[in-house]
């Protein structure tokens, strides 16, 4: 089932800090974070491992709460180079064959 | 290191015709996953494969299929197309084996138009 993201979208000037959520109604076994600028492939920012494992580029941040079955992306300090598509990508099997189910997107965009 | 790379870029076909796209990854990648993106429904899975073994398959008609050769390149194929195939198709590489590869690498994706 796909994961709910939220907000849908959402507007930054230069500097702010934004949170997007990915929550999912399956138990969690990784959540990956993915941001794609228009006309452009996804590119990799971060994995979350059920455990607390993590994997992904320094300046973003993220947290994994296997309880509740989400995730958030914490985008602090904007930049305009964050804007773009952010998706989240939920596996609910582990082990190597897996496969991700992507939810909807968030689009931020950042304004100067 | 060159980047996940796919042809075409750009294709128009009719309904009822079948396209094949094809994917090379990122050399010494052994994972490929073919994904569907459209306004309305996002990043959709289709399958993965590795090492020439397709380990996962989304929920799409059997219409779609694909490989993937020994060299780790793959191809996706569509046959009957219809109107609702029209999309972008993504296709990822990464290491895969192991939850530490699962980093996944796009390329740049075809856009299919079918008219």
């Known amino acids: 089932q796909q994961p709910v993201q939220s907000p849908q979208a959402v507007i930054l000037r230069e500097g702010e800090d934004a949170v997007i959520n990915c929550s999912s109604s399956?138990?969690?076994?990784?959540v990956h974070w993915y941001r794609q600028k228009h006309g452009e492939a996804p590119v990799f920012l971060m994995i979350?491992?059920?455990?607390?494992e993590q994997k992904g580029h320094e300046k973003i941040s993220a947290s994994f709460n296997e309880k509740k079955q989400q995730s958030s992306l914490y985008l602090t300090a904007s930049q305009l180079s964050y804007s773009g598509t952010y998706f989240c990508g939920t596996d609910h099997s582990g082990g190597s064959n897996y496969k991700l189910t992507f939810g909807k997107g968030t689009l931020l965009t950042v304004n100067p | 290191k060159a980047g996940v790379t796919q042809t075409p870029r750009y294709l128009i076909k009719t309904r009822g015709q079948q396209v094949t796209l094809s994917c090379s990854p990122i050399s010494g990648h052994r994972s490929v996953s073919w994904y569907q993106q459209t306004p309305g429904q996002g990043l959709q899975f289709l399958f993965e494969?590795?090492?020439?073994?397709?380990?996962n398959k989304g929920n799409f008609p059997g219409r779609f299929s694909g490989r993937q050769f020994s060299n780790s390149r793959s191809e996706m194929n569509v046959s009957t197309l219809e109107l609702g195939d029209s999309a972008l198709y993504l296709c990822a590489s990464s290491l895969g084996g192991s939850p530490r590869s699962y980093e996944q690498y796009f390329g740049p994706g075809t856009r299919l138009t079918v008219t």
């Open positions: 494969y590795f090492s020439e073994t397709q380990r």
């Open positions: 399956k138990a969690l076994y990784s």
């Open positions: 979350l491992l059920k455990g607390g």
